[in-house]
Nanobody
Framework: QVQLVESGGGSVQPGESLRLSCVAS????????VGWFRQAPGKKREEVSC????????SYAPSVKGRFTISTNNAKNTVYLQMDSLKPEDTATYYC??????????????WGKGTPVAVSP
């Protein structure tokens, strides 16, 4: 069973950057899709970015495209989300999730507990 632990969240000002990490333990992630999702207070959870580990294919929500970058390390046991040019609307708790599939989805069976990100002047 995959276990996921996020870290790297914090409070920053608009325009600054953060890098989130999602460390996985358990089976190798070589044939998983790993995604970053976020949920702001009072709002639905939304998919931010997805990485298909077997192919390296990535996808991004329109609201973060060009500002966020998803990547993994050589060991494929950590997935990063580099967040640049942060905006107040990026404020949310960020979660990583994984599934043995090629696309991310809201029904992924493995989730971390989240790391909070706050962007304010």
């Amino acid at each position: 069973q995959v276990q996921l632990v996020e870290s790297g969240g914090g409070s920053v000002q608009p325009g600054e950057s953060l890098r989130l990490s999602c460390v996985a333990s358990g089976p190798p992630l070589d044939y998983y899709a790993v995604g970053w999702f976020r949920q702001a207070p009072g709002k639905k959870r939304e998919e931010v970015s997805c990485l298909t580990m077997s192919t390296g294919a990535t996808s991004y929500a329109p609201s973060v495209k060009g500002r966020f970058t998803i990547s993994t390390n050589n060991a494929k046991n950590t997935v990063y989300l580099q967040m640049d040019s942060l905006k107040p609307e990026d404020t949310a708790t960020y979660y990583c999730a994984a599934d043995t599939t090629v696309q991310c989805n809201y029904a992924m069976p493995y989730w971390g507990k989240g790391t909070p990100v706050a962007v304010s002047p």
